[in-house]
């Protein structure tokens, strides 16, 4: 649907319309709007899931999420009530130019949440690796194999929290108007946030050789 709308209001004039009639340009704006409000509402529902997403985290995405569904909604009644063209085309326009559901807004969201993610296994998995290395102490000394593997554990999670610390902050404050000159900033996040996900897998790794050791 997305190429069919874009089609329609690219389209130069009457002569070089994509659609027929008023109607068919309508349903198919409409149906790009609709798709978009669902997956927005399948956004605030992933958010609303993810328990370590942090507060000002989530009370932030909450206020952007809400007012592009709304502003979509009302969007909708502004595009069924045209009576050219024209009009429709200009409008139609707008679903992609005012909100960026799909470039910014989504995206965005989803690099956050997982992004949280990471930060709260990493700085849990610091935690097992201070415990860790209290017990050590007590013990007086570890084998080699469980002391790389705790130094190891304690630099791929710092790595992580590195890599996925500055994700929400980066994002959190990119605006639909700033595309596409926000769209390197969305493009570091993920690799940022493939490397902090790549370090959390080594030191989940690393946890687990911890464990073993210690049984």
Do not use: F, M, W
């Not at 709007?33 to 927005?40: E, F, P, S, Y």
């Not at 993810?50 to 952007?64: E, I």
């Not at 130019?97 to 949280?116: E, F």
């Not at 790389?148 to 630099?155: K, V, Y």
């Amino acid at each position: 649907c997305l190429l069919a709308c874009l089609a329609l209001v690219a389209a130069p004039g009457l002569a070089g319309a994509q659609v027929a009639t008023l109607a068919e340009g309508k349903a198919l704006c409409d149906t790009a709007i609709t798709k978009r409000v669902t997956d927005l509402a399948a956004v605030r529902r992933l958010l609303d899931a993810a328990t370590r997403v942090g507060a000002s985290d989530r009370a932030t995405l909450d206020g952007q999420i809400d007012p592009a569904s709304r502003g979509l909604t009302t969007l909708k009644g502004t595009i069924d009530a045209d009576t050219t063209l024209r009009q429709l085309r200009l409008d139609c326009r707008t679903i992609v130019t005012t909100y960026r559901v799909y470039l910014v807004l989504i995206p965005k969201a989803h690099l956050v949440v997982a992004a949280d993610r990471v930060l709260a296994a990493s700085a849990a998995l610091n935690n097992v690796a201070t415990l860790v290395q209290g017990k050590i102490a007590a013990s007086g000394g570890a084998s080699g194999t469980l002391q790389t593997a705790l130094t190891d554990l304690t630099a791929k999670a710092g790595g992580a929290q590195a890599a996925a610390g500055g994700i929400p902050g980066a994002l959190l404050p990119l605006e639909a108007s700033g595309y596409p000159a926000n769209r390197p900033t969305l493009l570091s996040a993920r690799a940022s946030l493939a490397t902090a996900q790549t370090d959390l897998a080594a030191a989940l790794a690393d946890a687990k050789t911890i464990q073993a050791a210690l049984k």
